[in-house]
Nanobody, 115 residues
Framework: QGQLVESGGGLVQPGGSLRLACATS????????MAWYRQAPGNKRELVAAITSGGSTNYADSVKGRFTISRDNAKNTVYLQMNSLKPEDTAVYYC?????????WGQGTHVTVSS
């Protein structure tokens, strides 16, 4: 089975930056989209950003201009560069890898934005 390993979460002050990474195992193939979601306490999981195999991206309105999603196809890794972080960005961030047959989810990485 495929596995996802997320990294890069942590505690950061408002205005700071973090870079999340999600590495996939070699057993996951035919990836057509990669995405980051987040879930804050008491809230539903929401899409933050997504990128297709062709490089097209889309972002939640709340993060446009601050977050950038990118992917390294050779490494089957997706990144989320988060700048100008706000307290409302505090959440558990999950990566999702979409294939024609199955969606794979990471275990989540905590991001806390606080002074």
């Amino acid at each position: 089975q495929g596995q996802l390993v997320e990294s890069g979460g942590g505690l950061v002050q408002p205005g700071g930056s973090l870079r999340l990474a999600c590495a996939t195992s070699g057993s996951i193939t035919s990836i057509y989209a990669m995405a980051w979601y987040r879930q804050a306490p008491g809230n539903k999981r929401e899409l933050v950003a997504a990128i297709t195999s062709g490089g097209s991206t889309n972002y939640a309105d709340s993060v446009k201009g601050r977050f950038t999603i990118s992917r390294d196809n050779a490494k089957n890794t997706v990144y989320l560069q988060m700048n100008s972080l706000k307290p409302e960005d505090t959440a558990v961030y999950y990566c999702k890898i979409a294939t024609p047959k199955y969606d794979y989810w990471g275990q989540g990485t905590h991001v806390t934005v606080s002074s």
